[in-house]
Nanobody, 125 residues
Framework: VQLQASGGGLVQAGGSLRLSCAAS????????MAWFRQAAGKERELVAA????????SYAGSVKGRFTISRDNAKNTVTLQMNSLKPEDTATYYC???????????????????WGQGTLVTVSS
């Protein structure tokens, strides 16, 4: 499984960014997907997850109401729309996918087995 993330960059506080992750190597539409982030000196944390058909999502409390995760199963992509960004959102963001089995897995807890290369988001105050 290959995950290619893109869309990071530098933005002022209050601004928006849209991250995208293109997946390949297996049948995308039967797997949940997620975004994690890791700030300097901190542990990696789950930001948002989405189930196989997009009907269920979950968010970290710190981003709820500001971030939206979505997916396009026809294009094998998952997107994280980030609005009202804060300096504390500064981190490297990673796209993640669960193990090959089982399919149609739940999103909580989210078991990540595959990782993208990460894309840096920097929010200036």
């Amino acid at each position: 499984v290959q995950l290619q993330a893109s869309g990071g960059g530098l933005v002022q506080a209050g601004g928006s960014l849209r991250l995208s992750c293109a997946a390949s190597g297996r049948t995308f539409r039967v797997y949940a997907m997620a975004w994690f982030r890791q700030a300097a000196g901190k542990e990696r944390e789950l930001v948002a997850a989405i189930n196989w058909n997009g009907a269920a999502t979950s968010y970290a409390g710190s981003v709820k109401g500001r971030f939206t995760i979505s997916r396009d199963n026809a294009k094998n992509t998952v997107t994280l729309q980030m609005n009202s960004l804060k300096p504390e959102d500064t981190a490297t963001y990673y796209c993640a996918a669960p193990p090959d089995k089982p399919t149609f897995s739940t999103i909580y807890p989210f078991a990540a087995d595959y990782w993208g290369q990460g894309t840096l988001v920097t929010v200036s105050s």
